[in-house]
């Protein structure tokens, strides 16, 4: 018993069985799952669920996003019509959740009891309130735990640097949304007051890992949804080969740190080298996530082609059917981080430390001792 739960238990992950769109452009063509499920028809995504509050930060609901789509009979959420769409898209949810999660008898709950979970679900806000080494999070003039985020202001796309830089990209339904084109790296000011703190006290920590996480220049490539769909010639059609930019770059929602606008990415936690073994290019460990490799079909003939990806988890391509969205997933609120160990959407960082280290094995971001110390020291406490 204790082995066939072992991924619930050690990585506090959910298999999620998705069938692949019968519109899909690619072909699911191996599936290598050490749990049994090969079916290259139904593919078997594993999880770690999302946290049901702060959810009025949502840009979309759910991983893949699969909550916030006409594909399954939700809504996209879009500035123009956000919270409204936001609301009907929880509701969906809830009655998706009754009715399959919970493995009902099929009764569906009632217009207003859908209402009343989602009154319940938008009430509610969580942040860090205690610190172990920091002590109370609001103290001398600092602004954590969850009081500050109720009145926190919001907008889809509010602060979106993916809409500031790429205007044209990945706009659902094509619509431009009022991004003002003050994107502004300064995403956290939450612990701004104890910067001037002695060094050597557990808050000063705090404010250094808020402004390495606000300024630390990152060079951004190989993102799906960001660096991809650049022609041969070099010019953008849709992304930017590389791009300098910064933690709030794709956490970009003030004092939250989700993805404002609905951009599905691809930063690579999931996915494997061409290697022999194959290897997670960010150094993470996810042996113990199935490989599954898919070819782009041929308009055509409908054969695939020789244009692959192997990747543990499909995202996005798994509800749309495109290949293109192969791996691309939205990013989570990092409010109340510390208290969801292991990290990602796999579990595949057992710590902050190790999700740190992603950033630097993927990105050659080059952070000293002291700075990975003090960006966890950051990152715990939100």
Sequence with gaps: MRS?????????????PIAVPANADYQV??????YGCNETDVISMY??????????????????????????????????????????????????????????????????????????????????????????LNRNRANGGPIPLVTQSFFISINSSINFLLPQFEQPGGL?????????????????AWAALPFNDPRAAVARGQAIFNSKPINITGVAGINDDVNAGGLVAGGMPSLTGTCGTCHDTPNVGNHSFPTPLNIGTGDFSASNPPVNLGGLDVSYLPSITVCKTDPVTGQA????KTTSDLGQALIDGKFDHVGKLKGPILRGLSARAPFFHNGSAKTLLDAVRFYENRFGLILTAQ???????FLSVL
């Design 4 to 16: 066939a739960y072992s991924l619930l238990l050690t990585r506090g992950l959910i298999r999620i």
């Design 305 to 308: 082609t020789s244009n692959c």
């Design 371 to 377: 700075e990975e110390s003090d960006l966890v020291a």
């Design 47 to 136: 999880r770690r669920p999302l946290p049901a509050t702060n959810l009025r930060f949502l840009s979309a609901v759910m991983f893949d996003g699969r909550e916030s789509t006409p594909a399954t009979g939700a809504t996209t959420i879009l500035d123009a019509n956000y919270p409204n769409s936001l609301l009907s898209d929880l509701a969906h949810q809830s009655l998706d959740a009754t009715i399959g999660h919970a493995q009902g008898d099929g009764t569906r709950p009632t217009a207003a009891e859908q209402q009343q979970i989602v009154n319940f679900e938008m009430a509610l806000s969580t942040a860090q309130a205690f610190g172990i080494n920091a002590g109370i």
């Design 176 to 192: 431009v949304t009022r991004g003002d084109d003050q994107f502004t790296p300064a995403i956290f000011n939450t612990f701004k």
């Design 29 to 34: 063509v191996n599936v290598s799952n050490q």
